[in-house]
C-alpha cells in the first residue's frame, strides 16, 4: 500500500547502470539505496500497524486510514537522504495521495465511485512512480524486505505484532537501527538488510 515501494512496474525504464561500490560514485549509489529501503521498510510498517488496528473495519475505512498515516509517518530527514530523482517522485505521490484523500472527504461517493476514483489514483501514481521504481527496482526490493517481516510477525500475537512494528518504527526514525547494506544485485538477499532488527 506504500507509494513507490511495491506498485507495479509497467512502464519501462533505464536499469541502473552497474557500477563498482568500491568507487565514490559507487559508494553515494549503496548510501543512496540504503536510504531508498530505509523509506521502504518504514512505509510497510506503518502499513502494517495500520491494518492490525483497524482490523475488522470497512475497507474502504482501512485504505484511507493508510493512506492518511503514510502521509504523515515519513519525517522529512529521513527523505532528505534519498536520490534527488526518488524525493521527487516521492512528493508527486505524496501530493497525489493528498487529493485522493481530499476528495474522498469533501464528495459523497458510494462504494462504485468509490472504487473508480481509487483505481484512477492508483493508474497516476503509477505511471509517476514507474521509472524510478524500475531504476531502483523498489518492487523486488520490496517484496524481499516485505518478506523478512511477515516471516518474523507470522509467530506472534496481534498486539505482539503492534508492540514489536511501532519499536521497530521508532528506531527506524531515530536512526537507531544498524540498517547494513546487502549482496541483493549479486544473491538476491534484500532480506538481509532486516536480519539486524527481525529477532
Same mark, same amino acid.
Given at each position: 500500500?506504500?507509494? #513507490?515501494?511495491?506498485?507495479?512496474?509497467?512502464?519501462?525504464?533505464?536499469?541502473?547502470?552497474?557500477?563498482?561500490?568500491?568507487?565514490?560514485?559507487?559508494?553515494?549509489?549503496?548510501?543512496?539505496?540504503?536510504?531508498?529501503?530505509?523509506?521502504?521498510?518504514?512505509?510497510?510498517?506503518?502499513?502494517?500497524?495500520?491494518?492490525?488496528?483497524?482490523?475488522?473495519?470497512?475497507?474502504?475505512?482501512?485504505?484511507m !486510514?493508510?493512506?492518511?498515516?503514510?502521509?504523515?509517518?515519513?519525517?522529512?530527514?529521513?527523505?532528505?537522504?534519498?536520490?534527488?530523482?526518488?524525493?521527487?517522485?516521492?512528493?508527486?505521490?505524496?501530493?497525489?495521495?493528498?487529493?485522493?484523500?481530499?476528495?474522498?472527504?469533501?464528495?459523497?461517493?458510494?462504494?462504485?465511485?468509490?472504487?473508480?476514483?481509487?483505481?484512477?489514483?492508483?493508474?497516476?501514481?503509477?505511471?509517476?512512480?514507474?521509472?524510478?521504481?524500475?531504476?531502483?527496482?523498489?518492487?523486488?526490493?520490496?517484496?524481499?524486505?516485505? +518478506? !523478512?517481516?511477515?516471516?518474523?510477525?507470522?509467530?506472534? +500475537?496481534?498486539?505482539?505484532?503492534?508492540?514489536?512494528?511501532?519499536r521497530?518504527?521508532?528506531? #527506524?526514525?531515530?536512526?537507531?537501527?544498524?540498517?547494513p547494506? !546487502?549482496?541483493?544485485? !549479486?544473491d538476491? +538477499?534484500?532480506?538481509?538488510?532486516?536480519?539486524?532488527?527481525?529477532?
Amino acid at each position: 500500500m506504500c507509494p #513507490l515501494s511495491s506498485r507495479a512496474q509497467d512502464i519501462a525504464a533505464p536499469s541502473m547502470a552497474n557500477v563498482d561500490l568500491e568507487t565514490e560514485e559507487g559508494k553515494a549509489l549503496e548510501r543512496g539505496r540504503e536510504a531508498i529501503d530505509r523509506v521502504v521498510v518504514l512505509g510497510n510498517i506503518i502499513s502494517m500497524i495500520t491494518t492490525l488496528e483497524m482490523e475488522g473495519r470497512e475497507m474502504r475505512d482501512v485504505l484511507m !486510514a493508510l493512506y492518511a498515516n503514510h502521509q504523515a509517518g515519513v519525517p522529512p530527514q529521513m527523505l532528505e537522504k534519498c536520490p534527488p530523482d526518488y524525493r521527487k517522485t516521492y512528493e508527486a505521490v505524496r501530493e497525489e495521495t493528498g487529493k485522493l484523500l481530499d476528495r474522498v472527504r469533501k464528495e459523497k461517493m458510494d462504494d462504485v465511485q468509490f472504487r473508480a476514483a481509487f483505481k484512477e489514483f492508483y493508474i497516476r501514481t503509477n505511471e509517476i512512480s514507474a521509472p524510478v521504481g524500475e531504476k531502483y527496482r523498489l518492487k523486488e526490493r520490496s517484496i524481499s524486505l516485505l +518478506e !523478512a517481516l511477515n516471516r518474523k510477525l507470522r509467530v506472534l +500475537e496481534k498486539e505482539e505484532k503492534i508492540k514489536l512494528l511501532q519499536r521497530m518504527k521508532d528506531d #527506524l526514525i531515530a536512526g537507531k537501527m544498524e540498517f547494513p547494506g !546487502a549482496a541483493e544485485e !549479486a544473491d538476491g +538477499e534484500a532480506a538481509g538488510r532486516l536480519k539486524v532488527f527481525v529477532r
